[in-house]
């Protein structure tokens, strides 16, 4: 798969769709639908996903005037079209609040891009139109969408529609929750670990919430003559609604059973601490639907059928795996004839990732899918995911893959099933899952305001030396670099600003060094000094130095201009490392570059940490070969991650390593139970690494396809290569011993 046929794939779509309105009346509703996805696919960003919300539900907007007579008089209607009100107000919403939670992506463009995947789908596999035709023509509804008398594709475009742009609207009810949680989870571990915090949200007049307003008694009284049972519900009720559809929909499920489910709901979900924004969306959704019908429509099958069917798809994009498949109730995977619209919302709410604008404090930490390539047919989807740098998290298509086999039937749709793939750089991915995990410690006040004033110190050494070169050397001197050195000045004399810059350097020594497993050591510390760093090493640290230097300079006024202006705090620098000038990274690696002798500068030193030199002796184990240092990127981070996840497991078995001195006696062994426990975690954790970074499968190894034969479960894995795996945990005690570490028990 090499094609992005995303933008294909959607105009074949409007190729073969036609609008009553357009058909009938002579309008352009279409044309001006497809105008606003143009423009999204040009420049996807939330005022173009706003103009496809708008176009859309004006098209399909319920008003006082008929729309289907056509009519040269102009018109105007003051009725507020509320369901563009509620878009409005989960956007504003979500982009005011997401960044006080710890994850949560954008849900705004993510709806359109959902509705432009549905598009997508169903107008390239043939089983999936064909079931969705069926589903409505077996219906008792019969004002579905026609153009000359025969089903029209503007009923599934009015359908999904609804349901996923829609599908996420009740989300700042979630926000809510997850807000309330961490603040209290933050507080209380701010005081002790040990502390935790369970919260709900509970709502106090959720009858009245679950209510649509009763305009017309009628209203109900064509869908109980097609369905007499429903007479005992509450049809003035969403969840009531709800639950007769899923019924009707899923024969084995008992209406009433779904009834007393969803109207205890609220209550299930305080009592186990989630909130489903599905399930307040859907009521939402029968709500505002439900009182606009009543107010305009002439029929409301209109709003039993093909809203209800939205809303409740939208309901079960959560609610089908949270409850229909669990104990109670017991359900399959879903069948797309049971429920079209709800199949199709699920694998598309689950396979839209690209692009998908980080709010929340975790996920800001993270990258983001950045492009998609996508190949569907009447036999198979594949989705490939492009991943220009950093993590998605370990097993992430693996993770979605098994989502979707494990709740959707996939292969009724798609006969040679589904493939999801991650394409992402090694060294990206690997560099940011450890770089996650770092823990340093801090430093002591006294040592921050030491090493503060000894980096300006050396900042103006090397500055007066370079000056005193470009002097021998008979260089031209740029205006910039003579301010720098007419401005050079002690320590006390440097403005609030400056001197936060260092101390910001001094204090973010800890975590630089953590980063390339170093640590600060005492002069008395057994092992050797770092004196220079490797020249990754130093590439890496100034990288990350400028990306705390733009953090600083914008969170203290600083913005992006051409030339540098110091008094309106303007600077040409804020800009990504790799759009800098080698004369301006330098002064990003200088820095780094001058941290050992600082260090020493007073009296402390720069040591591999010793859970870095076990990585190194375990290299050491394995290869017999002491080339740690001429390692690829990809691998020596892999190494890294190895040795950081055997830390974890060993704990799971109640172990700890520590430092030799430390108290506690030193295990010499494990047992075989332990030996074989530990390698399975571990393999397992390598094959979902390097599944995560799209390695598969081959009786070869072979870097650039991709493929490797020991990428299978551990009971398949070659015994010889078993045994290797759980070498290095009966060999694991000694090697801890060679680095200065221990086992020992907790």
């Known amino acids: 798969m090499n094609k992005n046929n995303f933008r294909k794939y959607v105009d074949d779509f409007f190729n073969e769709l036609v609008l009553y309105d357009d058909y009938h009346n002579g309008h352009y509703y279409k044309d001006l639908l497809k105008t606003g996805i143009d423009v999204f696919f040009d420049n996807e960003n939330a005022y173009n996903a706003y103009e496809i919300y708008r176009t859309f539900f004006m098209i399909y907007q319920i008003t006082a005037e008929d729309k289907s007579n056509e009519s040269d008089e102009i018109t105007i209607t003051h009725e507020p079209n509320t369901l563009l009100d509620l878009v409005k107000i989960m956007k504003k919403y979500e982009e005011n609040t997401g960044d006080l939670v710890e994850k949560q992506r954008d849900h705004f463009i993510h709806s359109v891009n959902v509705f432009l995947l549905g598009l997508a789908i169903y107008s390239q596999n043939k089983n999936y139109r064909t079931v969705f035709k069926q589903y409505i023509l077996e219906s008792p509804y019969e004002k579905f969408y026609r153009i000359d008398n025969e089903y029209s594709h503007e009923e599934f475009l ?39 915090a369970d919260t709900a949200i509970d709502f106090k007049d959720f009858n009245e919430f679950n209510t649509i307003i009763k ?38 499920v008992d209406v009433n059973d779904v009834v007393k489910h969803l109207n205890s709901f609220v209550k299930i979900m305080g009592e186990n601490g989630f909130i489903d924004h599905g399930f307040f969306s859907s009521i939402l959704v029968l709500n505002s639907y439900g009182y606009l019908i009543q107010k305009y429509a002439k029929n409301h099958d209109f709003f039993f059928y093909p809203i209800v069917d939205s809303a409740t798809a939208i309901l079960l994009h959560n609610y089908y795996r949270n409850v229909l498949q669990k104990e109670q109730f017991g359900l399959k995977n879903l069948n797309p004839s049971d429920s079209p619209l709800a199949y199709l919302l699920i694998l598309c709410d689950e396979l839209q990732e690209w692009n998908r604008k980080p709010f929340g404090i975790k996920d800001k930490e993270k990258s983001r899918v950045n492009e998609l390539l996508l190949k569907i047919d009447d036999n198979e989807i594949d989705v490939e995911y492009i991943v220009k740098s950093g993590s998605m998290g370990l097993g992430f298509s693996e993770d979605k893959e098994n989502t979707l086999y494990n709740v959707l039937d ?28 770092i823990q340093s410690p801090d430093i002591l006040l006294r040592n921050v305001e030491k090493l503060a004033i ?78 220079e760093f490797l020249d990754d090493e130093i590439l890496e640290l100034a990288i990350f130095e400028h990306d705390e230097w733009m953090a600083e300079k914008i969170g203290t006024g600083w913005t992006y201009g051409p030339k540098k202006d110091v008094k309106k705090l303007i600077t040409p620098y804020l800009v990504p490392w790799d759009d800098l000038s080698e004369d301006i990274q330098q002064y990003d690696i200088d820095p780094i570059k001058n941290i050992p002798s600082l260090m020493q500068s007073i009296g402390l030193k720069v040591v591999r940490t010793k859970q870095r030199l076990l990585t190194f002796e375990m290299h050491k184990f394995y290869s017999k070969a002491d080339d740690f240092d001429k390692l690829p990127d990809y691998i020596k981070y892999s190494n890294y ?40 975690r571990e393999h397992n954790a390598w094959y979902k690494l390097n599944v995560n970074l799209g390695w598969k499968y081959g009786s070869v190894k072979d870097e650039k396809a991709k493929t490797n034969p020991n990428l299978v479960i551990w009971e398949d894995l070659n015994p010889d290569i078993q045994n290797s795996n759980k070498n290095t945990f009966r060999n694991l005690p000694k090697l801890c011993e060679n680095v200065g570490l221990k086992i020992v028990k907790k």
Request: overall charge negative; some cysteine.
């Open 410 to 437: 996939i292969y009724d749709i798609f006969a040679s099933g589904l493939r999801i793939v991650t394409d992402v750089k090694h060294e990206s991915i690997l560099k940011a899952i450890v770089h996650s995990e």
């Open 454 to 531: 000894k980096i300006h110190e050396q900042y103006v050494e090397t500055t007066k030396r370079q000056y005193q070169e470009k002097i021998d050397n008979n260089e031209e001197i740029d205006k910039d670099f003579m301010d720098k050195y007419n401005g050079l000045c002690s320590f006390d004399e440097l403005t609030p600003q400056l001197k936060i810059a260092n101390i910001r350097q001094a204090r973010s020594i800890p975590i630089k060094l953590s980063m390339i497993g170093c640590e600060i050591a005492d002069m008395s510390d057994g092992r050797a000094a770092i004196e």
């Open 641 to 680: 991650k190895q040795a950081d996840f055997l830390l974890k497991i060993l704990s799971e078995l109640g172990y700890d390593v520590v430092d030799v001195e430390s108290q506690g006696s030193a295990i010499s062994s494990f047992d075989e139970v332990e030996v074989e426990y530990l390698a399975e």
């Open 158 to 196: 009015y359908r999904w529609g609804v349901a996923s742009l829609f599908h996420d609207i009740g989300y700042p009810v979630e926000i809510i929750g997850k807000q309330l949680t961490k603040f209290m989870n933050d507080g209380v571990k701010s005081i002790s670990s040990s502390y935790e």
């Open 215 to 252: 305009m017309d008694s009628d209203f109900a009284d064509n869908y109980t003559s097609v369905y007499p049972k429903s007479k005992f519900l509450n049809l003035f009720k969403p969840t009531d609604i709800m639950a007769h559809k899923i019924a009707t929909d899923f024969k084995n």
